[in-house]
């Protein structure tokens, strides 16, 4: 159960709320966030709701079966808009794309890379300045001081950030130079990381973990919203499974079953959802045609060279032609969603 509060309720009147929730047995947890006020209710006894709605200070009050209430979409029906300012949202019919190298490594690599979205009118640079890695000699990102050298040539040139965050401690650090904290795979689970997360005021791209469900996925979001934050995208990435002839199995039935299930806008990561360089455009676009409110993928000035995730990676040239691709087939599925 999912209780909205009004703006003026008072102290007494939410007094009274909790009172009347513990006479029903339901336990309540209080979540304050950037947009609104709510009370979660927990319980299993069953009762005419509107003895709650009724009382002052409750502007709606919904019932939420869901072990995950707040990112459900039973008692928000709007799809959630995530606004990164300048004119760049993302969600309720608004389409983004995020395209830049898996790591962030050198200045120059940066500033083709800017190049190339400029060109093609995206807004949103994806990037690793700290990467985890399988291998502890593997190249690992160049850390804050990279962080605050991209941040500068992006605003320069008015494109927003999307880059991983590790580690709770990373989080104060990176708040100034990021728009977009992205939770990779392998933190998709981290609990301390997404309670952290939950108590800023910057937009979430959660990641499903390799051997993610979709509840988990969704409870993972929930931890973030619960905690305050409900800027919050939910990816599919591919995950973990027997076939061995790419490097996940990309879940196209997560981005329309999430559509679904939740309010939270949906990202397709088809770079690593295969892995395979030259499969990356047509799984781009079957995310696309699924109802993904927007792609990142990986792009690379020269992605032999690359410092990590080559095999997947895109050369500027392919990467202009799919984000042409992706813009028609997002046209193709606006006009099919009206017929």
């Known amino acids: 159960m999912i209780i909205q509060l009004a703006k003026d309720i008072t102290t007494a009147q939410h007094a009274q709320l909790e009172e009347q929730l513990?006479?029903?047995n339901y336990k309540s947890n209080h979540v304050k966030t950037q947009f609104g006020d709510y009370i979660?209710?927990?319980g299993k006894k069953d009762f005419d709701i509107r003895t709650i709605g009724i009382l002052e200070g409750v502007q709606d009050i919904h019932r939420v079966s869901d072990a995950y209430k707040l990112v459900s979409k039973k008692w928000k029906v709007q799809d959630t808009v995530i606004d990164l300012g300048d004119g760049v949202k993302i969600g309720g019919?608004?389409?983004?794309m995020m395209s830049g190298p898996c790591s962030i490594e050198s200045?120059?690599?940066?500033?083709k890379t800017i190049q190339l979205l400029k060109d093609n009118e995206v807004k949103i640079m994806r990037g690793g300045v700290y990467k985890?890695?399988?291998?502890?000699y593997s190249f690992r990102g160049l850390g804050i001081d990279g962080l605050k050298m991209w941040y500068k040539m992006t605003?320069?040139?008015?494109?927003?950030i999307i880059t991983e965050v590790m580690m709770t401690e990373q989080i104060d650090a990176m708040m100034d130079y990021v728009d977009i904290f992205q939770v990779g795979a392998r933190n998709s689970q981290n609990f301390?990381?997404?309670?952290?997360?939950?108590?800023?005021?910057?937009?979430?791209?959660?990641?499903?973990g390799i051997s993610g469900t979709l509840d988990e996925l969704l409870q993972a979001a929930e931890y973030i919203f619960s905690n305050g934050n409900e800027r919050i995208m939910l990816c599919e990435r591919g995950i973990r499974s027997y076939e061995k002839a790419y490097r996940n199995t990309f879940d196209i039935n997560a981005i329309a079953m999430l559509k679904e299930k939740s309010h939270l806008p949906v990202i397709a990561d088809p770079s690593h959802g295969i892995g395979v360089r030259r499969f990356v455009e047509p799984v781009a676009l079957a995310g696309v045609i699924a109802g993904a409110d927007g792609v990142i993928f990986e792009s690379h000035h020269v992605p032999e060279k690359a410092f990590s995730d080559g095999q997947q990676t895109l050369n500027h040239q392919e990467a202009s032609k799919l984000i042409q691709k992706i813009r028609k087939t997002h046209a193709l599925r606006e006009e099919m969603a009206r017929m």
């Open 40 to 42: 979660i209710g927990v």
């Open 155 to 160: 605003r320069a040139a008015g494109i927003k």
């Open 132 to 136: 985890p890695r399988s291998s502890p």
């Open 192 to 208: 301390n990381l997404l309670d952290a997360l939950g108590k800023v005021d910057k937009p979430i791209m959660l990641k499903r």
């Open 22 to 24: 513990k006479a029903i």
């Open 107 to 111: 200045e120059d690599q940066i500033e």
């Open 93 to 96: 019919g608004h389409f983004q």
